[in-house]
């Protein structure tokens, strides 16, 4: 399971692949067919695309989405039902969506994203948030929490990829096959655009739960496919084990309470690998979900709200 999971790329949401239009795309159409849902904050060239919803008692949540997603993941259903009681504001990763990435080396470590989101965050006046990040998003969330503590009530990992990979991913990445394995992913994204596999890939990554219903068409999968987009997931996705490892090794300096929860059905990334062992490395508490799948956070959103109100 860790040698596939290693080899998948670290394509730790399937979401861009799973909801590929059904002919090729444009730029401007998929941006016309999926417009910003929030507003830009940040610097020119580092802008931050997010959406703020709902006010309440509780501790201002940002949500932080995988590979290849952006906003829309969350915003189908999760971060209207979660505004009900606390401020929610959903951050595109930089390069996704509608955030900007610079042309600097290493914007894709989790540090430097975390760093880009963060600035935004202060922009929009949120203090102490709870950071919850799915898959990728998750490593994401534990760098900001890593860095900046005492401005952090607590992290949520969702199906997180949260631990580097042993056996031979240290040497692929020093041979440099990291990067030829997402280009090959890219390309699988791009192909599968063009041939129209929308509902199978989106089972996919649902497995083996269901998609929701009208999820696939709100999603914004079209955007996924820009050329920015496939460079910045082309990055993160050629790093990803250098870019955990590096956060790993704060997991034992954690000042902040991190909730794991994982489903044991997780067909990407092992609960014994990025659940169990990361809650043993960080001292998180770990929550699984029986028969869940790599989609948790749609999966389980009882949980998730529940993990969340356990830290403010």
């Known amino acids: 399971m860790r040698r596939r999971s290693f080899l998948i790329g670290g394509a730790v949401t399937a979401l861009a692949a799973c909801?590929?239009?059904?002919?090729?795309?444009?730029?401007?159409?998929?941006?016309?067919?999926?417009?910003?849902l929030g507003r830009l904050y940040g610097a020119p060239g580092r802008r931050i695309h997010a959406t703020d919803q709902g006010s309440g008692p509780g501790a201002p949540?940002?949500?932080?989405?995988?590979?290849?997603?952006?906003?829309?993941?969350?915003?189908?259903?999760?971060?209207?039902?979660?505004?009900?009681?606390?401020?929610?504001?959903?951050?595109?990763?930089?390069?996704?969506?509608?955030?900007e990435r610079p042309e600097e080396e290493g914007a894709w470590r989790p540090f430097y994203q975390a760093a880009q989101l963060r600035a935004a965050a202060r922009e929009m006046g949120v203090e102490r948030p709870i950071l919850v990040g799915h898959s990728w998003g998750a490593s994401v969330a534990l760098a900001w929490a890593e860095d900046e503590p005492e401005n952090v009530a607590g992290v949520v990992a969702v199906s997180g990829v949260t631990m580097p990979w042993g056996g031979f991913a240290p040497l692929f990445d020093a041979l440099g096959f990291g990067p030829l394995i997402?280009?090959?992913?890219?390309?699988?994204?791009?192909?599968?655009?063009?041939?129209?596999?929308?509902e199978r890939?989106?089972?996919?990554?649902?497995?083996?739960?269901?998609?929701p219903q009208g999820y696939l068409d709100y999603v914004g999968a079209p955007l996924a496919v820009r050329e920015k987009t496939l460079k910045a997931n082309g990055e993160d996705l050629a790093n990803t084990n250098r870019g955990v490892a590096e956060v790993a090794e704060g997991y034992n300096r954690l000042a902040v309470p991190v909730v794991a929860l994982h489903g044991d059905a997780d067909w990407l990334?092992?609960?014994?690998?990025?659940?169990?062992?990361?809650?043993?490395?960080?001292?998180?508490?770990?929550?699984?979900?029986?028969g869940v799948g790599h989609m948790a956070h749609h999966a389980a959103t009882d949980r998730l709200a529940e993990a969340i109100a356990s830290l403010g």
């Open 19 to 36: 909801a590929a239009p059904r002919a090729p795309v444009t730029t401007a159409a998929a941006e016309a067919a999926f417009p910003p």
């Open 201 to 211: 890939f989106i089972q996919r990554a649902f497995r083996p739960q269901e998609p």
């Open 61 to 99: 949540v940002i949500l932080i989405h995988g590979a290849s997603g952006n906003v829309r993941d969350w915003t189908y259903s999760i971060a209207p039902r979660l505004a009900s009681q606390r401020r929610v504001i959903a951050m595109d990763r930089p390069g996704f969506g509608y955030s």
């Open 269 to 290: 990334l092992d609960i014994d690998q990025h659940g169990r062992a990361f809650a043993e490395a960080s001292g998180a508490r770990l929550v699984p979900l029986p």
């Open 182 to 198: 997402a280009t090959a992913y890219n390309r699988r994204i791009v192909s599968t655009a063009e041939a129209g596999g929308a």
